[in-house]
DNA sequence: CCTGTTACGATGCGAGTGCATTGCAAAGCC
DNA sequence: GGCTTTGCAATGCACTCGCATCGTAACAGG
């Protein structure tokens, strides 16, 4: 059989285009021919990896899932403490570059108001780390597994919230991050 | 002269027919043709009173900042305390009328991102009600104008995430509802 | 009645859209 | 070196979009 290519590669570079778009577009200003140039491909090859612009918008959103998972899986080995001051600050754009991805990831929390492929990703998402959170806490001090995950939501809460603020300036990085260390910490 | 009719009920008309547009299917599915037929008006007479689409999206954000303004002056009467804890669980939806509302709001959100002229509108709103906040803080307790303002940005923050979270039914109304208040109460 | 202005419905146009189709180039296998 | 299967660029099509334009129905003032 004929011409093997690295398929997780172009999948990838698409993705990774599309992302692009979002962040400087926002989510109406995707279509196939935007991600096209933008990836420096011809819309054929996204049609062919993709098939349908709903199902390249939709692994947009679970790449960015798995991202965001990877990146929690590299703390690992830090105390549970540090592992939950890094999940509810991680998101917090401190560079431009977490300022794109933290706006790609509120496009698709917009888009999942209305979208149910989208709203059930986000939403196993959302319950991965609320459990993980609710785990880390139990681990870093002796509560009850409902006192546990009242904290959790109370923090991811606070965390999402903060967030916003800052993609749209309205507060520093430094002082979101401050508030939540302070929360974390209170317990 | 001719022909007069009540020009800020047709504009209302129109804007109220944008909102449930874009309820049901998101900022993406606006377009002059589907507000119309919302409306059950011709295009025509959109393009009279709005001019052009852009102008008719930021009429709607403006119009949601308003109702917002005037429903929280609707509450001068009442004590500082409550007044506050009003401005946080406002927007969390109970029933579907509410459920539209805060899903037209978070659409604008995530088009601020994007959008300089509803992203300003939305700061101008923010910076609002921080302000109305802090007051109602220092009415409230005894505290230096930066702790309260600390707290109002830290509870404001709070109730955009839980709000989301129940928009989404990831949370309960009454859950949501009870944290907040047991925040605004802890002071 | 007439006239001038306003309110808007109807229509047309150029641009952009997602997607199906077509065709060909590249590259393992025989 | 053919043969065959894959990877993808190119093109065409039906459709939707925002907006400009045109026509006219309604009505207050003279």
Redesign the pocket.
Known sequence: ?????D?EE?RWEIVFALWLVIAEQGIE??????V?AEAG?????????F??????VLAGCTALVDRAYGGYQETADAAPRERLLHVMTQQIPRDDAGRIGVSVWYAYVAKSINDAAVRQVLAEARRGAEDECVRLIRADRDVSAETALAQARRLLALADGLTLRVLVRDLEPAEAVAILEAEVGAG
């Open positions: 059989m004929p011409r093997v290519v398929h172009r200003g995707v279509s196939l021919r935007h096209a491909v011809s819309m054929g090859r996204i049609q062919h990896y098939g349908t612009k709903d199902a390249l």
